[in-house]
């Protein structure tokens, strides 16, 4: 199977590409479908080897007929083979229907039972398709549930059932897979959201359709490989001094939260920042430079005292650790509004920003999903139902560059759309996203812009994350990805 490519489509762009790859280009939709189950099935062949067992189940369209492929070719192969069919088989028309009866000349259907699916060494998912936009329920929610039950591993086709191809949530319920190989074009939904716990490895094939398919259909998103980043840190030239990478200012830790702003500080330096200033409250100013001497840091127990430093520095980010004091946190993040500097917004100054909202060009703001619903004035479970519509429209109304975190973190400017690949449970801890912040700043300090900062940042995160957790997931720091982001932003 092919790499997978940087553009990601939702499932109606997907349905367009089918049907140029079939009236534009001539490209046969049977054999497009012979080409989906043969893949799949090779596949099948290369990852589990000794399975002799193989549960096949599917449904209607075309996903459906890609199953009734596999299930032909397995039997062909001489392996044993218990086809369940969930559709009316006289129902089937075209392709798929052409697709089943080839399959049921060499197989007679069963009824599926979770014996059958307990007994399989590999189940193969093609029950439902890329077109799902409603919650399973009925026959099809209890076979998913019999098969996650099962514990057997689960090659789904094109997207597991039950999981939205358009934004990665679960609709009621789906299917677990361990890999999902997906044709033509990647779907959106399995890179973000639900899908990081139900897709399993992500596959691609473009079953040979001509290039000229893909013309005239705007992706709608991409990916940030890491191979990428070269492209945004290029080695620096021999002559370059501080000054020229900018001075990064970082506020926030009020009282008993120092720590984030000493994580996001350490965090802007290793990414590159020339200077990285720490404004901060005054006890916190020993423990941090103890900690990391090279940053600045400054006490101010009295907002007005950041003018000079607001003044001095090229790029500000607010928010960590900032807390909910109206005397002081809020007339912090309202200096930094008013200074007219690049933003990085993150934590309780995005809590402020839900009370008063403005919008402004040329700032990053970083939410978490919960953070998202109260800038959206909804619930975290709608921000999570439709990430991808729930980050375009804080940058709509926000303006500048949005960073909404999670499992298939985004990256929209309104316009565009970044997904960021990477990550690892092990990052769900404090303090991760005052890195990710740091990393931002550090990067719009070296003179990225908002867009390439925010999109490279989030990249530069996960990565570090991942090598961070090279030991383990379970019990990573903060500080064990800061350690890594050296590495990462000298590739």
Known sequence: MDALPDALYTPEQVRALDH?????????????????????????????????RILVLCGG?????????????????????????????????????????QACECLTPRAFTPELAAQADVIVDALLGTGLDRPVTGRFAEVIDAVNAAGQPVMAVDVPSGLSAATGKVLGTAVRA?????????????LTGDAADYAGEVLFDDLGVPAGVYQGITPAAQRFPATALSRYLPVRPRGAHKGAFGH??????????????????????????????????????????????????????????????LE??????IGPGLGQDEAWGRRLFGAALAAGRPLVVDADALNWLAQSPVA???????????????????????????????????????????????????????QRCRVIEGGNPG?????????????????????????????????????????????????????????????????
């Not at 280009?25 to 080409?35: A, D, E, N």
């Not at 001095?312 to 980010?317: G, I, K, N, Q, W």
């Not at 404090?430 to 390439?452: I, N």
């Open 20 to 52: 140029a790859a079939i009236h534009d280009s001539g490209v046969p939709g049977r054999v497009l479908m012979h080409r989906a189950g043969r893949c799949a099935w090779r596949l099948v062949e290369s990852r589990y080897p000794h399975a002799r």
């Open 61 to 101: 369209g075309h996903n459906g007929g890609d199953g009734f492929v596999i299930a032909r070719l397995a039997a062909e192969a001489g392996h044993r083979v218990d086809l369940c069919v969930l559709t009316d088989l006289q129902a089937l028309e075209g392709d798929a229907g052409l697709a089943a009866q």
């Open 178 to 190: 361990a890999v999902t190989p997906t044709f033509i074009g990647l779907k959106r939904g399995l």
């Open 248 to 309: 990064a200012l970082v506020i926030g830790g009020d009282r008993g939260l120092g720590g984030a702003v000493r994580i996001a500080g350490e965090a802007s330096a290793r990414s590159g920042a020339g200077l990285v200033s720490v404004a901060t409250r005054s006890e916190h100013v020993a423990p941090c430079l103890a900690a990391r001497p090279e940053l600045m840091v400054q006490g101010i127990d009295q907002p007005e005292l950041i003018a000079p430093l």
């Open 312 to 317: 001095r520095a090229s790029v500000v980010a």
């Open 360 to 414: 402004r060009p040329d700032w990053v703001l970083t939410p978490h999903p919960g953070e998202a619903a109260r800038l959206l004035g909804c619930s975290t479970d709608a921000v999570e139902a439709d990430r991808f519509a729930a980050v375009t429209a804080l940058a709509e109304r926000y303006g500048g560059v949005v960073v909404l975190k999670g499992a298939g973190t985004l990256v929209s400017d309104g």
């Open 427 to 491: 990052m769900a801890s404090g303090g991760m996203g005052d890195a990710l912040t740091g990393v931002v700043l550090g990067l719009r300090a070296q003179g990225l812009s908002a867009w390439e900062a925010a999109a490279v940042g989030a990249r530069v995160h996960a990565e570090a994350g991942d090598r961070a957790a090279r030991d383990g997931e379970r019990g990573l720091l903060a500080g064990d990805l800061v350690d890594q982001l050296r590495g990462v932003v000298n590739p």
